[in-house]
């Protein structure tokens, strides 16, 4: 009787789940696999500013349509701010005001922004040259220091390309105590390379702007800006990457603002930290969902993950993925018969590969593992109790990690930064239990479930990792509910485990 | 490399898998409600008692840390005895104690430990160093088992105890594990004891699992295993079936410990009893399960299922299945 409430149970499962995947796929068309979706981008900015009761302003340079990309659609989350949008030489700029104000507040810029696949060819109509806002702001000190740097490349430079290349090496390499360092000491950092250079080259009579983008990369949640250098020539803006001394960019580098702004200036308010976050739009905003007007389906995208701020749908988009790992986990435990230290541990660790990667995170895995199991077995010797020995443990692993970490930045490898991602009380529990199964059962069958946890963690860092599992679970979150039925399936799984089957051969008899 | 051959050869001879185990005897026959009754040793002891049954006396009990300074009190009379937690698995954290040596304790493997030694156990056993998933425990003291020697043959140091699979009250399957040199005077088999299969109908010992294989020698003593009768074998069959009714679990394990000149005596019951006790008897528990499901309704008194095991479940009966 219990099984049939079971199996209808499943069965309902199922069935809801095959119905909402039909729909969305048929219906509304949501892309099945993920090469299928159009190159889309959702860019989020999420400016959190603390202001002190009076008036308050924040002004934001928002990204324009240029070379490759396409802004389609922005929308701005104001709550009961003021908003205004003006043009600022060569950017677009958003100000949010508001007379009185306290406390914290959040403010969010969204857009939507579509990348042509294809190379574009150089602009076919020659725009004349523009007409640079202001040609430099250096004074007294610093405008002599730019005049020698200028003068010693334009006697050098055969042409505009040159000219820049001479520049940029004197940037790159600043003498000590030269001129270069000294203008770079006020603005260091490849922006302040970039905004510099900008400036020496307008001196130097070439028209030239700092550009600062962004990398379109998937699930960038705290993204950093780039920054390069654009100049005019032959009838347009050509860009130099001063990084690698090319005369293009990325091709996933969008433009976001031009100049020696910054991309967030605020009034009146004590404390501003800007969140800049990108990730790929699955939601066919630009074919199918842009031109569907009807509120149920409308409502539907809007009461799903895509609803959600995109710093948000990262989050969600690594943790839909445990289900899964964690079906595979089951199968691999009930059916297989593998054995594994803790429960869900092995899900863990594979959440953890996937902020270092598999090898880096298989060493550093074993390192911690290692030198855990040790420092267990001196402190055996010490006679600890048992809550204040795991205590050790848990602080030795975090010392460990600490000192991974800085000893691979020194070495130049900075993944190992990222061990601090490894769940640090699941990676002590297990270093208890490995020594304890080691006392009792001896160092086979320690290094047994230590192996077996690793192929474990490994199978699910790589089933997790499956692009197109990846892609079903956010797009389709309604196959969690086929897991689930899956899952609950496996719970009434009576059969053998595959390993008991070599366990018990003496028991198969000779027939 | 998969063997469904194997698989097929398995399931005919009724052999029981983990999985069967867990989902269609011990999820269905035991309530978690009556789990404390046999995780918790002062709770078996004080239902054997009850139940008539013969257990080690319980000598003390140190509940608190306060009271480990009590503990000379409670051996001051006492020459041999025996320190266990009362929550503790696979038998970790047991000390035996034969007779002392100046102010010390001598340990059964012949080594001394003082008072500051034994009070440093204590608190491990009481912090939960030795129970499953480390609760907080309590540390009894108890009478120690004189072994009976019909054992001494086969057992290298060490107290034998015989395991008896119980199912609804009919002793279904048994085993007696003989410590190793490996296991070091422990009947564990996961630290290398060997366990004897027994014929249910006789009380007579089979050939012995080891790991995962059969033998028929004592890997230390080198004596044959098979052959050797254990005494009383039917009181040990009733006690058994008597243990349905201590504890309502439907599916138990029970440990006894037979005693030179106090008899048979319960150690410990366990709501999961480990698989290995089929390759000791080379048979199925699967089969001999259904047999019980099957018969059930005419088994309700204990003389009557005590009958039904001597009747069903001889050697010469599993070896046909």
Redesign the interface.
């Given at each position: 009787m219990s099984k049939k409430h079971l199996y209808m149970l499943t069965g309902i499962l199922a069935g809801v789940a095959a119905l909402v995947f039909l729909y969305k796929l048929f219906l509304l068309e949501f892309p099945l696999t993920p090469g299928e979706k159009t190159e889309t981008w959702r860019v989020e900015t999420r400016i959190l500013v603390q202001t002190t009761g009076g008036a308050a302003k924040v002004a934001l340079n928002i990204p324009q349509t240029a070379g490759n990309f396409t802004v389609i659609s922005q929308s701005f989350v104001t709550g009961g701010w003021g908003l205004t949008t003006a043009t600022e030489g060569f950017n677009r700029q958003a100000t949010y005001s508001i007379n009185k104000a306290e406390g914290e507040h959040a403010l969010y810029y969204r857009a939507v922004v579509h990348r042509a696949k294809t190379v574009r060819p150089p602009p076919g109509a020659r725009s004349e040259e523009p007409e640079i806002p202001e040609k430099t702001s250096y004074v007294d000190a610093e405008l002599s220091a730019a005049r020698t740097i200028v003068r010693a490349a334009t006697r050098e430079a055969a042409d505009s390309q040159t000219l820049i290349r001479l520049v940029m090496k004197q940037l790159n390499t600043p003498t000590p105590e030269g001129p270069a360092q000294f203008l770079l000491q006020k603005n260091p950092g490849s922006r302040g390379i970039a905004e510099v250079g900008a400036e020496l080259l307008r001196i130097g009579g070439l028209p030239a702007r700092a550009v600062h983008g962004l990398a379109l990369k998937p699930d960038r949640r705290n993204a950093r800006f780039e920054h390069w250098i654009e100049f005019f020539a032959d009838g347009g803006w050509q860009p130099y990457d001063p990084k690698t001394d090319k005369f293009e960019v990325p091709a996933d580098s969008m433009p976001w603002w031009y100049g020696r702004t910054r991309l967030v200036h605020a009034f009146g308010t004590t404390k501003t930290e800007t969140i800049v976050s990108v990730r790929e739009a699955f939601e066919f905003t630009l074919r199918t969902a842009l031109s569907r007007t009807r509120d149920l389906e409308k409502n539907l995208i809007d009461f799903s993950v895509f609803g959600l701020p995109l710093q948000t749908q990262a989050v969600y988009q690594l943790l839909l993925t445990v289900p899964v790992g964690i079906l595979l986990l089951v199968v691999l435990r009930n059916i297989i018969g593998v054995k594994t230290f803790g429960t869900f541990m092995p899900v863990l660790i594979a959440l953890a590969f996937r902020q270092t990667e598999l090898v880096w995170g298989l060493i550093l895995f074993s390192i911690v593992l290692s030198i855990g199991i040790g420092v267990r077995f001196y402190l055996e010797k010490l006679k600890l109790l048992l809550v204040p020995r795991l205590a050790c443990v848990v602080i030795v692993v975090v010392m460990i990690m600490a000192f991974l970490s800085i000893l691979s930045h020194k070495l130049g490898f900075d993944r190992g930064l990222s061990v601090a991602l490894f769940p640090i009380v699941i990676l002590s529990m297990t270093i208890e239990r490995m020594t304890i199964v080691w006392d009792e059962r001896g160092a086979q069958e320690a290094f047994k479930q230590a192996f077996g946890s690793l192929v474990v963690s490994v199978l699910c860092y790589l089933v997790m990792n499956l692009p197109i599992v990846q892609h079903l679970v956010f797009v389709f979150p309604e196959t969690l509910l086929l897991v689930l039925a899956g899952t609950l399936l496996l719970g009434r799984y009576s059969g053998y485990r595959l390993l008991e089957l070599p366990r018990f051969r003496v028991l198969g008899g000779s027939r | 490399m998969?063997?469904f051959g194997?698989?097929k050869?398995?399931?005919d001879?009724g052999?029981l898998?983990?999985?069967?185990r867990?989902?269609?005897f011990v999820l269905v026959y035991n309530q978690r409600r009556n789990y404390p009754l046999v995780d918790d040793k002062v709770l078996t002891k004080e239902l054997a008692i009850k139940a008539g049954a013969a257990v080690p006396d319980l000598y003390g009990l140190i509940e608190i840390q306060q009271q480990v300074s009590s503990f000379p009190d409670i051996v001051k009379d006492r020459e041999n005895f025996v320190v266990k937690p009362a929550e503790g698995s696979?038998g970790?954290g047991i000390i035996v104690i034969k007779g002392r040596s100046g102010g010390m304790y001598r340990t059964a493997g012949g080594s001394l430990i003082d008072d500051n030694q034994m009070a440093?156990h204590l608190?491990?056993i009481l912090?939960?160093?030795f129970s499953l998933g480390?609760q907080p425990d309590k540390a009894i003291i108890e009478y120690c088992v004189e072994f009976d020697p019909v054992f001494e043959a086969l057992t290298y140091r060490g107290v034998p105890d015989i395991r008896i699979i119980v199912f609804l009250g009919v002793p279904v399957m048994a085993m007696v594990r003989l410590p190793t040199r490996q296991s070091d005077g422990k009947a564990n088999l996961?630290?290398g004891a060997i366990g004897a299969g027994i014929d249910m109908a006789t009380g007579m010992t089979l050939t012995a699992v080891k790991g995962?294989?059969?033998v028929d020698t004592h890997p230390d003593t080198f004596n044959k295993v098979s052959g050797t009768q254990i005494p009383n074998w039917p009181v040990l069959l009733e006690m058994a079936a008597r243990s349905y009714e201590m504890t309502n679990l439907g599916y138990q394990g029970i440990d006894i410990v037979l005693d030179r000149d106090r008899g048979p005596m319960i150690l410990e019951l366990n709501a999961r009893p480990g698989l290995n006790i089929?390759?000791a008897n080379?048979?199925?528990l699967r089969t001999r399960l259904e047999a019980v499901e099957k018969n059930r309704d005419g088994l309700k008194k204990v003389e009557d299922r005590v009958a039904f095991t001597i009747a069903q479940f001889g050697a010469h009966e599993a070896r046909a299945a």
């Open positions: - | 998969l063997d194997l698989w050869r398995l399931r001879n052999v898998g983990l999985n069967d867990n989902a269609n696979q970790e440093f608190s491990n912090s939960g160093v480390g996961h630290q995962n294989s059969v089929q390759i080379r048979a199925g």
